[in-house]
């Protein structure tokens, strides 16, 4: 299986400054057809996760545009503009190049 | 509106067994992957496995194989996550998504199903 690893797992972040959770693969994501698939999801406490990110640097609809993806081959990061308290949550990197699809193991983002 | 609403809280008994539902709308339901997460309380999430819901093919995560069964009906756009023998280790919350077909995402989910297994 693919193992997904974030870091940090905790992030306290002081509102309104930025944030960045890393996540590295133990195998290259890149696909044949020469795309990468990595997505990053955000799951709020009490609430179903949330689709933020796709295909390493794509918003999904109604995501604001604070929240950015990068990376290639093995190494990916989230990173969020400007931290408001509506961003605390739990958040996961996710590959589906190989199957079994796997998770990072999570990172919490909490205010200072 | 693309909707996936699944079945609410259960609690059972070791060795019950359980089917809960994951009932989508807004979309053609045959022609997208449904898959099932599990997030165990403090946990992080975990793949268990998905389904094509047109001809039922399935696959499992190798953690996953054999412990439960999924299954779709096309008639009613329902998918299902079922055990044919609860344990302890069961109890989470469970939840089904859609998986976008181009961009290989989890872009919509259902509001999750939480099951206690206790005696």
């Known amino acids: 299986d693919i193992v997904m690893t974030q870091a940090p797992l905790s992030s306290p972040v002081t509102l309104g400054q930025p944030a960045s959770i890393s996540c590295r693969s133990s195998?290259?994501?890149?696909?044949?057809?020469?795309?990468?698939?990595v997505s990053w999801l955000q799951q709020r406490p009490g609430q179903p996760p949330r689709l933020l990110i796709y295909?390493?640097?794509n918003r999904f609809s109604g995501v604001p545009d604070r929240f950015s993806g990068s990376g290639a081959g093995t190494d990916f990061t989230l990173k969020i503009s400007r931290v408001e308290a509506e961003d605390v949550g739990v958040y996961y990197c996710?590959?589906?190049?190989?199957?079994?699809?796997?998770f990072g193991q999570g990172t919490k983002l909490e205010i200072k | 509106e693309v909707q996936l609403v699944q079945s609410g809280e259960e609690v059972r008994e070791p060795g019950e067994s359980l089917k809960i539902s994951c009932k989508a709308s807004g979309y053609s339901f045959t022609t997208y992957w449904i898959v099932w997460v599990r997030r165990m309380s403090g946990k992080g999430l975990d793949w268990m496995g998905m389904?094509?819901?047109?001809?039922?093919?399935?696959r499992y995560s190798p953690s996953f194989q054999g412990q439960v069964t999924l299954s779709a009906d096309k008639s009613i756009s329902t998918a299902y996550l079922q055990w044919s023998s609860l344990k302890a280790s069961d109890s989470a919350t469970y939840y089904c998504a859609r998986l976008e077909r181009d961009n290989f995402a989890l872009d919509y989910w259902g509001q999750g199903t939480r099951v206690t297994v206790s005696s």
């Open positions: 389904i094509y819901p047109d001809n039922s093919d399935t």
């Open positions: 195998q290259s994501l890149a696909h044949s057809n020469g795309d990468t698939y």
């Open positions: 295909k390493v640097s």
């Open positions: 996710m590959q589906p190049t190989q199957l079994p699809y796997t």
